[in-house]
């Protein structure tokens, strides 16, 4: 897990979704076709190794995960959008459970977590029960 402090989301989304692929035994061919299966094709093997390994050119990532890709991911481990952002919202701590240091501090989490959901199109977090 990166400890750097100029790792970008996308960098650390790439980690997670290797860390949990790796943890779970899966090949990335195995992550692709579980992908497929749950109606995100897009997410092909090169797209997976690109979205891990965060190669870069010019010292910038080649590519960042997108929302739609965070949500796909999200779907086929089965895990909340918080576990693979995880490290973004707290890097010194490891677990699934949000701790938040104030009442501000979960207002703004809550509003970049209703940001995304909105960019993605999807039902209000509160009809997601929770995720």
């Not at 076709?33 to 990532?61: F, K, M, W």
């Not at 949500?71 to 576990?83: G, I, N, Q, R, T």
Request: with cysteine; proline share 7%.
């Amino acid at each position: 897990m990166t400890n750097d402090p100029a790792a970008t989301p996308s960098d650390i989304v790439g980690e997670r979704i290797r860390e949990i692929r790796r943890r779970r035994r899966l090949k990335v061919p195995e992550l692709a076709a579980a992908c497929a299966e749950a109606g995100h094709p897009e997410l092909t093997e090169q797209t997976i190794y690109n979205i891990e390994s965060g190669r870069r050119v010019d010292g910038r990532r080649r590519r960042t995960v997108s929302v739609d890709e965070l949500l796909a991911f999200a779907e086929v481990f089965d895990v909340s959008l918080s576990v693979l952002l995880w490290p973004i919202l707290r890097p010194a701590v490891q677990g699934t459970t949000l701790q938040f240091d104030s009442p501000e501090e979960l207002a703004d989490f809550m509003r970049l977590v209703n940001k995304l959901m909105g960019q993605a199109g999807a039902l209000p977090p509160a009809e997601l029960g929770g995720t």
